[in-house]
């Protein structure tokens, strides 16, 4: 290229192509939400082990509690919980989700855990 003619500047300009901007999913596959959940809670052990079963997995609290003290783990005392509190796990779970992060629970998730 020859930069002391501008027309040839000109024509590397008009010629870039821009890279479009990649459009986000608007739906995950329940396979990639479950490999993410389970990479992302195996450091908490049997405690927070996600299975094949989501629901089955986030009724304790526990799963949902270790993936917010993965990321931000200052907000809740992991240890401190106590797996047989399920309610108590999960409140504490969407009120910091909540909070912190102004995501608000779906309310038939919520009933999907609580009512068993």
Known sequence: MNSDNPATLE???T?????QA???RREVPVEVLLLWLQRNTLVY???????????????????????VHRY???LL???ALNP??????LQLAFSVLEKEALIK???SFLNSLCND
Do not use: T, Y
Request: net charge neutral; with cysteine; glycine share 4%.
């Open 11 to 13: 024509v590397s300009a």
């Open 105 to 107: 629970p779906v309310s």
């Open 22 to 24: 990649k459009k986000r």
């Open 45 to 67: 052990g049997e405690l927070a082990a996600v299975s094949e079963d989501i629901v089955a997995s986030f009724k304790s609290g526990m799963a949902l509690c270790a993936v």
């Open 77 to 79: 005392d992991f240890p």
């Open 84 to 89: 047989q509190e399920h309610l108590s796990n």
């Open 15 to 19: 010629a870039a192509v821009v890279p």
């Open 72 to 74: 931000r783990p200052l």
